[in-house]
């Protein structure tokens, strides 16, 4: 993930060139803005940091395809419903096991999955999988998938 | 004609075995046969209970208490001798192998006449010790019998003696007229070892001591044998064949002349003896008449709704709910009755693989019990352990039959289809849902992915082109 945080700026860039015309005319308009600001309010840091979360989002939001934004979504999905039993197998005890790791191990491994599917789909990594479409990455993602679901469905008895 | 004559022949072997529960051959040893006059009342009450008598002396050719390896008779009663040997057919050994081969002994003493050594190294087998020269005379200054024996005080007078614990049936004395006394007469004290085989029936009055009149001077006796209660008057030992000794310190306590007496404490009125009705039931437990302990039957079964109601499975799983009775009737004279466990005591059941996993309390079950059969029942959950049971019970009590009963069982794990299904346990239904929400999560995922067009994928393909 990280790796593929600090590369996302270049494929923007590249990605530019491609997507320019509908990002264009949204980009330009907050990016001015903060550059003024930060000049202004240069010995406030806790500004400084503002800036730079409001960055990101705007970055993300404006340069990450419909599809990633999609797949993160699903992941912060799963993020929260995996926290959530594990809170309750804290809280509550982890009896029945079997149904805890089945449970929980169902979401970890979607995550995980679907993380995968991210990498290989991420336009800046298609010189790592020259061979792989999109389609034929989706293609995996669907049937790793469904084998998960019926070990844990199987295993949750 | 052929069924009546069986069907007598049945009758009479109901009868003849009416009175004991081990048999009714009875060898009678006598110093001289002549002696027997004085036992009379005591020999006609034996045969009466339906006993056959053959009477011996020890040096009777013929006298062998077993026949081609087998016993000759089923009980014995060795009453004193004069002379010092029992001879050749009577040795400890000879003795120990009646014990154990089921056979009942009655042994009875006389401070009147020394013990046969035979009889003192039986004894010792059994952890009863007798006074060192084998002769000894119990004696007490303060409950003698001031009629018969005003200066020699060697006529012991006691109350019937109760119950030897609180937790055990008074069998020797319970329905005895109050003012009823047990005349020892000349009688032989012995000390009895730590062994739990051997209980006591009559023991010395605190006042009671035992001394050789023959070294010591009745002035100063200063090297006592043993005193007071350590003096066991009338003792048995129940071997773990069931099989039953009883020695007794005094011969005469059996003769007919004390039967009747009438005895008198100093300062008291003259009572009867209760020695009759004490000789019998002594005897009576001796050869197997009371106290015996019988188990019909045993069974034990599933007792979940819905099992199969079989008995006596060969194997269970754990956790099983499992119900076990077992039938025990006591034989009491002259009839098989319904046992009851006395008050204090408990009968109990164990569930065991090496040590017991469980020790549970019997009850009676009225509903299977009947006038002749008393049905003990507990019902339990098997424990969570897999391996090879017993259900084991192990009653073993003074003055009645041992007890050890062992069947065994298999106890198997939880068959894989056995478990209790996720969605029943309630614990786990946060679990399920979990699964459903990353199934149902990833099939709309799935859906999104596929209806929503690549933004770049036309501009690309423009690219490619």
């Keep these: 993930m990280a790796k593929s945080r600090n590369v996302t700026p270049s494929p923007a860039a590249a990605a530019t060139a491609a997507a320019a015309p509908p ?48 797949i993160d979504a699903f992941m912060a999905f799963l993020v929260v419903v995996g926290a ?42 298609k010189s790592d999988f020259p061979s792989v479409s999109p389609e034929r990455a989706f293609a995996d993602y669907v049937v790793c998938s469904l084998i998960l679901h019926f070990f844990c469905v199987n295993f949750i008895n | 004609m052929r069924s009546l004559v069986s ?41 009466s209970r339906g006993l056959t008598l053959s009477i011996e002396t020890p040096k009777s050719e013929s006298l062998s208490l077993f026949h081609l390896g087998e016993r ?60 060192a020269d084998r002769t000894g005379l119990v004696v007490d200054h303060f409950n003698y019998d001031s009629a018969s024996a005003p200066d020699t005080h060697d006529v012991l007078l006691l109350p019937p003696p109760g119950p ?69 008057l009338v003792s048995t030992f129940q071997a773990r064949n069931s099989a039953r000794f009883t020695l007794v310190g005094a011969a005469e306590l059996f003769q007919d002349k004390w039967f009747d007496a009438e005895v008198k404490k ?11 009705e004490f000789a019998k039931r002594v005897s009576g437990w001796t050869f197997q008449e009371i106290g015996v302990l019988r188990v019909n039957w045993i069974e034990h079964h599933l007792n979940e709704v819905g099992a199969s109601n079989e008995s006596n499975p060969k194997i269970y799983r754990i956790k099983n709910d499992v119900t076990y009775t077992i039938s025990l009737s006591e034989w ?70 041992n007890i050890e009963e062992k069947n065994t069982v298999s106890v198997r794990h939880m068959a894989h289809d056995e ?20 199934v149902t999560g990833w099939l709309a995922f799935c859906a999104l992915w596929m209806y929503s067009a690549p933004v770049g994928g036309k501009k690309e393909s423009k690219k490619t082109q």
């Design chain 2, 164 to 232: 030897l614990r609180s937790d055990i049936k008074d069998i020797f004395s319970a329905g005895a007229p109050a003012d009823q006394l047990i005349a020892f007469p000349h009688g032989v004290g012995a000390a009895l070892g730590a062994g739990e085989l051997l209980s006591p029936i009559l023991r010395a009055p605190r006042t009671a001591y035992s001394y050789n009149p023959k070294e010591q001077s009745e002035a100063v006796v200063d090297d006592l044998f043993a005193a007071g209660e350590q003096l066991s």
């Design chain 2, 266 to 276: 100093t300062g008291g009125k003259a009572v009867k003896t209760f020695n009759q």
């Design chain 2, 419 to 438: 478990w209790p299904r996720s969605f029943v346990i309630s614990g786990a239904w946060p679990w399920i849902a979990g699964i459903g929400a990353t």
């Design chain 2, 72 to 131: 000759a008779y089923d009980h014995v009663i060795l009453f004193p001798t004069k002379a010092k040997g029992l001879g050749p057919s009577l040795t400890a050994n000879i003795l120990l192998q009646f014990l154990g081969a089921n056979g009942n002994i009655l042994l009875t003493l006389s401070s009147g006449s020394a013990t046969p050594s035979a009889l003192v190294s039986l004894l010792a087998e059994l952890d009863i010790q007798l006074p």
């Design chain 2, 332 to 401: 009491s004279w002259t009839a098989w009755n319904a046992f009851s466990v006395p008050k204090n005591d408990a009968l109990q059941l164990e569930f065991s693989m090496l040590s017991p996993f469980h020790r549970l309390p019997l009850r009676l079950n009225a509903k299977q019990s009947t006038a002749e059969q008393a049905a003990y029942t507990s019902s339990f959950k098997l424990p969570d352990q897999h391996g090879i049971f017993n259900f084991k019970v192990n009653y073993k009590r003074p003055f009645l039959t």
């Design chain 1, 84 to 125: 959530l039993q594990f809170v309750y197998c804290v809280l509550a005890g982890n009896y029945p096991f079997n149904a805890f790791l089945s449970g929980f191990s169902a979401t970890v491994g979607q995550f995980v999955l679907t993380a995968s599917l991210r990498i290989q789909t991420t336009e800046a990594n």
């Design chain 2, 7 to 47: 069907f007598v022949l049945l009758l009479l072997v109901a009868v003849v075995s009416a009175i004991s529960t081990t048999g009714n051959r009875l060898l009678v040893v006598l110093d001289d046969v002549a002696e027997k006059e004085g036992y009379s009342k005591f020999l006609g009450d034996l045969e």
């Design chain 1, 23 to 70: 990002q264009q005319p949204s980009t330009p308009a907050p990016a001015p803005a903060p550059v003024k600001q930060v000049a202004k309010s240069a010995p406030s840091s806790k500004q400084n940091w503002d800036q730079v979360v409001v960055n990101l989002v705007n970055h993300y939001q404006n340069k990450t395809p419909q599809r990633t934004k999609l």
